[in-house]
């Protein structure tokens, strides 16, 4: 499931090769072929390059935090903590799986993708004035890799080593040829400095605003209860065309609240500006207070052209009992989503059909001549409804009363096998029973 739109309220106040690896230095890179923007471009055409600078933003954070390190696994980072740093590329929000240099003013793959070449750009520089060197980036990969949350040793697990290549170069090197993916995934590491971490702990939770590069940096802290940050007046690259129009706020105020019900309240008072609601009951029921009356409060939904994640039931495939389409395909069936919608998310949500909702990516049509080249030596282990129906989930009335769906469902169970017995759905080869019919 998912919701139709992104709901959003505010007090009043915005084909061919991917990668393209055999160019040489490129200006960004994509992993669905050609980029969208040149290499002299001068702006992403969804900001306004005339924004005004300044104000205040006060948004919502839930919990507490009790660091400003959001790299490690020990402690709660505080919301906003990682917009103090630059990465060596940035994504574009109209443009799927692309980036383009921040920190790197190009960036070049191998032909066989088994290393990427990053070379900074000259003026790029810390918060303290000092350059930001190759020898930080080298840094920043190890001490991750080494010292950072798990997710960074795994994220990183097919680059073999970080090199510096020349004054301003860095160099990955892969595991293997073939993975087009890595060298976007090398250009998102967030860039530390390495003369500030040298003689301080980086597994150690810390209070002590750090050393960053990007268009913020940390004002004032009150940990479990506020952060604040503060546009940064010389940042060295706010007139980068992957800058203009962006980092308009002179400041960004995180209140820290306990939870979402709380928060909701507080939000009802005018403490802070933008809230980003994700229960479809609240949206329904909650926003009858008078400033939304007085239109103070605007509350709108909000088309959203992103990929939707995946949201419903997983299986574990492993498990001998789900290991069974036609068990999975049967909770399917049993599952009446239209009256779950009418009943429980007040009619906000769509069916997920795809993993790739709400994208081209999703399947929306039988395979084409092309796809159909690449099913078909895998067709004898394919459903064989995959080449004849386009796929769309079981679907009821609403009403409550699902009884065909029902009795597909106890079809495809008895089929692999189960049945119910003694008032329970047991295994009809081996006695299990996991629970109640």
Known sequence: MRRQAACVLTFLLAGPSAVLAAEGPRHGLSLFGELKYPRDFTRFEY??????KGGVVRLAAIGGFDSLNPFVL??????????IYDRLLTSSFDEAGAEYGLLAESVEA???FSWALFTLREGARWHDGQPVTPEDVVFSFNILREKGAPLYRYYYANVTRAVKQGARGV???????????LPLIMGQLPILPEHYWKDRDFEATTLEPPLGS???RIARVEANRRLILERVPDYWGKDLPVNVGTNNFGRIVFEYYRDDTVALEAFKANNFDIRFES??????TAYDFPAVAEKKVVRAELETRNAEPMQGFVFNTR???????RVRLAFNYAFDFEWANKNLFYGQYARTSSYFQNSELAATQLPDAAELALLEPFRKDLPPEVFTQVYKPPATGGDGNPRANLREAKRLLAEAGWEVKDQALRNTASGDCPGKA
């Open 47 to 52: 900001v306004n390059p005339d924004a005004p």
């Open 74 to 83: 020990k402690g709660a980072a505080a919301a906003g903590a990682s917009l």
């Open 110 to 112: 191998a032909p066989d």
């Open 171 to 181: 160099r990955f090197e892969f595991d293997s040829g073939g993975n087009r993916e």
């Open 214 to 216: 990007g268009p913020y």
């Open 279 to 284: 229960s479809a009951k609240n949206w329904a």
């Open 319 to 325: 498990r001998d009992k789900f290991s069974d389409r």
